[in-house]
């Protein structure tokens, strides 16, 4: 992908207005549509900021188990958070409000409008945010690999998340199955709670072939261009390779379903669940072996990077996507000079806009846009300056 920035992308935020989010100030952000850089003191709202389009953009927070009463500034006088926006969607504007309530009686309430109408959903736009310890984090567990791969279907496939619920909510009734039976002493074998079992997983069948058949699809389409970019952007000659782990690859229904029942037993006596795709796993290896456990840290920052790249070119191919906005947070002390330069280099053939908090000199960011982009100065919250 090599193409001019000359023009402004066809999909961007041109500002946003966060209301008692966090230690921000109520006021308006203009951001430009190709780069905006954000600088400032560290813990006076950089990544606030990232964190408020995030959250307008996608309806929750990036930080993990953020409770809206945690994002509630501590100066606001009502228990209520507001993000407004405003999109430019090809050359058309369009306004979107998220409002959440708080309150001891009805708990969190949530509204949403777009272009002044509300609206029961909210409407997801794709945002790819990464930040320095985003590669830790996606290494440190297949949980963590897993959501990874969920949020991305998320965003390309309006039916996975209902599917993905169902899953949630048929492996919680089985788990509850075992547990009240293992309390009482019945056995699996017992007619009545077998007949249950038998249902509960023909139910787990149907949705977990959607769930690795989805999954496996989203990898493949990734493969091509992740080695790729892996070697393009860190001038590094490892052949890596990406791969859906999952006991259910390429099996239909039926054989899906006797995978299930032929671990009623052992699930019994354990106590727990010992299958199903909350136990599957993306697998990035090279020669040396798997990622998680072979590569150095340096290696799987640049694997995970490559990987968000590799998203970012999916996003940009589906026409029926709108263009993904990029969320950078303080990534730019992660690289030696040799890898930013590739970096910089390399994000001048996205057509998208970007947005980037640092303690960079500005200096380091003038190939990317040349005279495009707009600096942000923040203290305490506050924008001081923008140039």
């Keep these: 992908m090599n193409l001019s920035l000359s023009l402004n992308p066809k999909f961007y935020l041109e500002k946003i207005r966060p209301t008692n989010f966090r230690n921000l100030d109520n006021s308006v952000i203009e951001l430009h549509p190709l780069l905006t850089i954000f600088k400032g003191p560290n813990g006076h709202g950089k990544t606030n900021i990232l964190e408020s389009v995030y959250f307008l953009m996608q309806g929750k927070s990036f930080r993990k188990n953020a409770e809206i ?41 949530k509204r949403y409008s777009f272009d002044g109408k509300a609206e029961a959903q909210l409407r997801k736009f794709p945002v790819v945010l990464i930040q320095p310890q985003s590669s830790y984090i996606f290494f440190s567990a297949s949980e963590e690999r897993r959501h990874w791969v969920d949020e991305a279907l998320e965003n390309t496939d309006i039916n996975f998340r209902k599917i993905f619920r169902k899953f949630e909510k048929i492996k919680f009734y089985k788990y509850q199955l075992i547990k009240k039976s293992m309390v009482s002493g019945s056995s699996w074998k017992n007619p009545e709670i077998n007949s249950q079992l038998n249902f509960l997983n023909q139910e787990l069948s149907v949705v977990t072939k959607y769930i690795t058949d989805s999954r496996n699809d989203l990898v493949q389409k990734l493969i091509p261009s992740f080695a790729r970019i892996f070697g393009e952007l860190f001038a590094d000659n490892l052949q890596i390779k990406l791969e859906w782990q999952s006991l259910f690859n390429k099996k239909n229904q039926s054989e899906i379903f006797e995978i299930y029942q032929a671990k009623r037993e052992l699930e019994w006596s354990k106590k727990k669940l010992l299958v199903g795709p909350h136990l599957d796993d993306l697998i990035i290896q090279s020669k040396q072996g798997s990622f998680t456990q072979n590569a150095s840290m340096g290696q799987q920052k640049m694997a995970f990077l490559s990987l968000q790249f590799s998203l970012l ?29 590739n970096l910089i280099e390399y994000l001048r053939s996205y057509p998208i806009q970007m947005m980037i908090t640092t303690a960079r000199d500005s200096a380091d960011f003038l190939p990317l846009k040349a005279s495009n982009f707009k600096i942000i100065y923040l203290n305490d919250g506050r924008v001081t300056n923008s140039t």
């Excluded at 009463?69 to 504007?93: P, T, Y």
């Design 69 to 109: 009463s945690q994002i509630l500034s501590m100066n606001s006088d009502v228990a209520k958070v507001r993000l407004e926006g405003r999109f430019v969607d090809h050359e058309k504007v369009h306004t979107t409000h998220l409002e959440f309530l708080l309150s001891k009686e009805l708990g969190e309430k």
């Design 313 to 341: 070119d999916l996003f940009l191919g589906n026409p029926e996507l709108h263009d993904p906005i990029l969320l950078l947070d303080d990534i730019s002390s992660e690289f030696d000079g040799i890898r930013w330069k």
